[in-house]
């Protein structure tokens, strides 16, 4: 049986989260509260984030043991959803439409 180490679940997670992007939106949506309001946002938005990141884990995992698909065939699919996807719906983009109208332009 291989084993998944935590290192290569953090990052999973990590890169999964775009952490970078949400903290652009926070900052920018949470400019001018007061400081405990903000902790408090980001409290409950990290709670959120991990528990859904958490049932995101578990349910891929459920569904690899019931359709029986290996992480290679994921991989491959991945990449071909990346290539048939058109550029301006890619999450780099989406998230530069999402700062651009929540961070206004001087």
Known sequence: MNLISPIEIFIALFIGMGPIKVLLIYI????????????????RTALVAGIVGLG???????????????????????????????????????????VSTVIPTR
């Open 28 to 43: 920018a949506t949470t400019e001018g509260m007061e400081k405990s309001v903000r902790r408090g946002v980001a409290r």
């Open 56 to 98: 995101l884990f578990l349910l891929g995992a459920i569904l690899q043991a019931i359709l029986h698909f290996s992480i290679g065939s994921l991989t491959i699919f991945g990449g071909l959803i990346l290539l048939l996807w058109p550029w301006e719906w890619s999450p780099a983009a989406v998230a530069q439409r999402i």
